[in-house]
Each structure stands twice: as C-alpha cells, then as structure tokens.
C-alpha cells in the first residue's frame, strides 16, 4: 500500500488458538485435570516506511491479551509448571511493539519498545517455534520486551549483530530507576542454514537495586527439512542489594518435515531457577507433531509435554503432563 516513492504501509497478522488439557499434582498424592479454551494470540501488526530506506516504522498490539481476566499465571511449587493467581487484568498490555528505524549502510538504529536479542526462541517470532510454546527456559529468562534504543545489521553473507540500550523495566512501564539494562547478541552463519549466536546481558550503572544479568548462546541449523535448535541461558538476578540468585537451563529440540506437510518434533530441557535452593530444579520432556498447510502461515500442531521433578525434592515440586492443540494462521 503507497505511492511509490512516498513509502509504503503494510498489514499482517498472527491469529492463533489452543485448546489445553492438563494433569497435575497440587498436592501429592491428589490430582487436578483441567481442560480450557484460549484465545493464545491476536497479533495485529502495521509496519512500512515513511522515507523510502531512510525512515521506518513498525507498531504491533495483541488483541487477546485484553480478554484475559483478572488471573494471572504464577510459577507453580519448584517452577514446573503454573497455578492461577488473583491479580490485575493485562488489558494495557496489548501494546507489544512500537518503534521507528533509521537504516544505514553499517547500522539500523530503532528507538521505541521491542525483543530483547536474548534466547533465539524469545527473540525470534512465536509462528515460527516448533512447539505451541516456547521452551521453559526460554520464557523464564528471553521473551521479553524493553523500551530503549537498537542498533542492529546483518553485515555480508556471514555476520550479524544487535546491541541495545533499555530501561530494564519491562514492557509498558517507565522507568523505575537510574540504571540501565544493556545487551550484545552476536551472530555467525558459516554455512548455508546455520545460525552460531551468543549473548551478553547486564544491568548497567548504579548496581545497588534491581539488577539482571544474562548469558546466552544458541546454536541452530534449518535446511534439508531439517530443523534442530540448541540453547543454554544463564542469569543472576538481585533485588535490593541483596545476594544474587543464580539459575540456569538449556533446551534441544529437533523437527524434521515429512511429505512437504508432515512436521514430527521432540524436545527436552532443563530448568533450575536457584542453583542454592532444593526443589526447584526440574526437567520436561515433549513430543509433538504438525500439519503444514502452508508452512507456517496455516498450521495445525499437537503438543505434549511431561515435567519431571522426581530427581529433586519432590514435596516442593509439581509433577505435571499437559497437552496442548495449536490451531494457526498468518499472513
């Protein structure tokens, strides 16, 4: 859409739907079976450029963020698996991106609101991940958004960088202190189809509050109908000036696609959010499979996922077998 020469604006959208079916032990020895409906995704996207290759512009919100009620998911016992939680409604949080681009030869600097470059998974788009969700690491440490400034750039066939400067705050919040959150991601692609990354992540400046510091590296490789991603996230967060808590993870998941359609897939992970703390260390096991109608523009997927705390403190631990149905489409 546009005159050429005045720029362009272009509309798209990522609609996606599940259906949940849960098992877990709240309290050993009972059990809780719970089966629900989700409206998981809405996102509606505007993005283009006002001065053609001089100045961009992206915004994007998600719909279904405003139906959630006045719930929130909090990590259950050992952080395997969620409980429900009363808290306030996510309603203004419906605004997910907002940022505008100046492209340059050597750098693309944005300022706005947008993905931290930590966990190829949480930066990279929720259509394009294997399972219906990301791995629990994953959500745990990446998927986040921040309001600041990113300078990024793909350099030749075998270099690529994104380093940022954010508030630390979190999405659609201001800032709450003087300190700044900083990142480097750097990438590698020595062979057709295979992406080397790795990540620094550190608050910046006055130390004596809130900090959050991060390691990451992430290996992927798509071609062949092959997919395979290998990811270690590592982080030591403190509150207050109080001793950092130490916690890490790692995920590896494969997919192959079979006929064109066929897509079998199998994860495994490992979290442990506090290496000092006993019963919080857990593991998940997942297989799945998708119908590809068209990639990942039209996809049906089944996922199944299995979270084992028997080889810590189980009394502290949830053990938890959930079932998810992703029904996708996109444009």
Do not use: C
Not at 230 to 259: I, N, P, R
Not at 296 to 308: H, M, Q, R, S, W
């Amino acid at each position: 859409m546009g005159k050429e020469g005045n720029g362009f604006l272009q509309f798209s959208a990522l609609l996606q739907f599940w259906f949940v079916a849960s098992r877990q032990s709240v309290r050993p020895p009972e059990d809780e079976t719970t089966f629900n409906f989700r409206l998981r995704r809405a996102d509606l996207r505007a993005k283009g450029d006002i001065v053609p290759e001089r100045i961009q512009y992206q915004m994007m919100i998600d719909a279904a963020r405003a139906l959630e009620p006045n719930q929130v998911e909090a990590a259950a016992p050992g952080g395997s698996g969620t409980v429900k939680a009363t808290g306030e409604s996510k309603a203004l949080t419906i605004l997910q991106e907002f940022f505008i681009t100046f492209p340059t030869e050597f750098v693309d600097v944005s300022i706005g609101q947008y993905k931290i470059p930590l966990g190829y998974e949480g930066y990279n788009s929720a259509s394009k991940t294997l399972f219906p969700e990301r791995a629990p690491i994953e959500r745990y440490y990446g998927d986040r958004r921040d309001i600041g400034i990113r300078l990024e750039k793909k350099i030749g066939e075998y270099v690529g960088y994104s380093a940022g400067i954010f508030n630390g705050s979190g999405q659609n919040r201001a800032d709450e202190d003087q300190a700044k959150d900083g990142t480097l991601r750097l990438e590698l692609y020595p062979i057709k189809g295979l992406t080397l990354a790795a990540v620094g992540y550190a608050t910046l400046g006055k130390r004596k509050g809130t900090t959050r510091d991060r390691l990451e590296g992430d290996v992927r490789y798509e071609g062949h109908d092959l997919l395979v991603l290998a990811e270690y996230l590592a982080g030591a967060d403190s509150h207050d000036g109080a001793k950092a808590v130490f916690g890490h993870g790692m995920v590896v998941q494969v997919g192959y696609t079979l006929f064109g359609h066929l897509q079998p897939m199998a994860r495994i992970g490992e979290v442990e959010p506090d290496t000092e703390t006993s019963g919080d260390h857990y593991r998940h096991y997942e297989g799945g499979v998708a119908w590809l109608f068209q990639r990942n523009e039209a996809k049906i997927t089944l996922g199944v996922a299995g979270y084992d705390p028997t080889h810590t403190d189980h009394k502290k631990n949830v053990a938890k077998t959930e079932a998810t149905l992703l029904v996708q489409a996109g444009f």
